[in-house]
């Protein structure tokens, strides 16, 4: 593990008594990293302290999960809702003085981050998302193949409080069985990193967290999604799209096609990993970061 990532320093925000919590490390243009499930922002350990030296990096931990806050959910799943989720990573950009930034980011986080592309198209200069397809094709678009592999998305989801209770009767297990159950196993997380995100998983209130999140997936965040497409707006902003070709994603979803249905300049490949890319895939990440990035590197430096 590269122990320079550890040496950023941490940061707190409110919003709205919710506390956001990250890393800011580097100098240059602002990108926003955000992580996906079950895990916090040290996802990005293995590639952030090289994109410091091009970008000022926030990596940022999602409501719900690392250090954050886990606020309570309603009956409409609003407070967890990537609409909700999106405006802490706009706060917290804000606080450190970006108004406008890229977004590199996975799971979880590149569906908040698509939300916050299209709710707020000015803060976004260009975006990188990795191994999701828009989350109202992955619904509408669901097959056997892919509710076996994705089974939390339909398990997470049931009325509380059983899915709260059964990962909250052992956090640890819970994290070792999503993430090891996926085509690399426990081998690419670093020993120390996979201990934190246990450590979080078993912060009280994660377990309700977790499901609220995917709650308002399958309930609200459709219904934002909804709205958008009826409305026919599309994502403006450059996007690259990559996914693990051993991933569920990649063999359930023609990723490509689906996103061209939502943005209107889109590209990507996959990856010889599978659904974690940033730890399985740290090498190529940082390659297609780097070179996708550089617009926003050099328009940085102008000014």
Request: proline content about 6%; overall charge negative.
């Amino acid at each position: 593990m590269t122990a320079s990532f550890f040496d950023f320093p941490q940061f707190d925000i409110e919003r709205n008594g919710v506390r956001v919590h990250g890393r800011i490390g580097g100098r240059g243009a602002p990108l926003l990293l955000l992580h996906g499930h079950p895990q916090t922002h040290l996802i990005w350990h293995r590639i952030a302290p090289v994109l410091a030296e091009h970008f000022t990096v926030v990596a940022l931990d999602l409501r719900g999960y690392g250090d954050s806050g886990r606020p309570a959910d309603d009956d409409d799943h609003v407070a967890y809702s990537k609409r909700e989720m999106a405006l802490d990573a706009l706060a917290a950009m804000r606080h450190h003085g970006f108004e406008r930034f890229g977004v590199l980011a996975h799971d979880r986080g590149a569906r908040v981050a698509h939300r916050l592309a299209a709710d707020h198209p000015a803060a976004v200069d260009r975006m990188m998302l990795l191994d999701i397809a828009p989350t109202l094709s992955m619904y509408e678009n669901t097959t056997e193949a892919f509710a076996r592999a994705y089974w939390h998305w339909f398990f997470l989801i049931q009325p509380l409080p059983l899915p709260e209770a059964l990962i909250a009767s052992d956090p640890a297990r819970y994290v070792r069985s999503v993430m090891g159950g996926r085509h690399a196993g426990l081998a690419p997380f670093a020993p120390e990193v996979l201990a934190e995100y246990e450590r979080c998983a078993a912060i009280p209130g994660t377990a309700e967290s977790i499901c609220a999140d995917y709650r308002a997936s399958a309930t609200i965040d459709l219904a934002h999604d909804r709205a958008e497409i009826a409305a026919g707006q599309r994502l403006a902003q450059p996007l690259r799209v990559l996914w693990g070709e051993h991933g569920a994603v990649g063999k359930c979803f023609d990723v490509l096609a689906h996103w061209r249905e939502r943005s209107l300049q889109v590209s990507g490949r996959a990856l010889p990993c599978g659904h974690y890319v940033p730890e399985e895939a740290p090498g190529d990440v940082l390659a297609e970061a780097l070179q996708f990035f550089t617009p926003l590197q050099q328009e940085g430096t102008r000014s």
